[in-house]
């Protein structure tokens, strides 16, 4: 029932910064913990960043943290990921997630209820 598009992904080059969104039909994520997760070519995919439904609480991945910022605007119906300074090895699908009032210090992709089908980021140099 909650369909996620994510938009904002791009080329920039090391220490840019670049804005993802994620766009939420309907209004049913507001009671939804959003998540960003990433998967590099090759790779699994791993946990970047988390937010509760309220917006009061964030989570990080220790190798993002202090330089991603997520946010929400549930009016908006509306999940955010700012980077900055970002990384060569930040080169990924970014893909963010939704799970019903779920926990954001434990959030895995296993546990989420619904996907976005990703944004590319492609950091060069």
């Known amino acids: 029932q909650v369909q996620l598009v994510e938009s904002g992904g791009g080329l920039v080059q090391a220490g840019g910064s670049l804005r993802l969104s994620c766009a939420a039909a309907?209004?049913?994520?507001?009671?939804?913990?959003m998540g960003w997760f990433r998967q590099a070519p090759g790779e699994k995919r791993e946990f970047v960043a988390a937010?509760?439904?309220?917006?009061?609480?964030?989570y990080y991945a220790t190798s993002v943290k202090g330089r991603f910022t997520i946010s929400r605007d549930n009016d908006k119906n509306t999940a955010f990921l700012q980077m900055n300074s970002l990384k060569p090895e930040d080169t990924a699908v970014y893909y963010c997630?939704?799970?019903?009032?779920?926990?954001?210090?434990?959030?895995?992709?296993?546990?989420?209820?619904?996907w976005g089908k990703g944004t590319l980021v492609t950091v060069s140099s």
């Open positions: 937010i509760s439904w309220s917006g009061g609480s964030t």
């Open positions: 997630a939704a799970d019903y009032l779920g926990p954001i210090m434990t959030m895995k992709e296993d546990g989420m209820d619904y």
């Open positions: 309907g209004r049913s994520p507001n009671y939804y913990s």
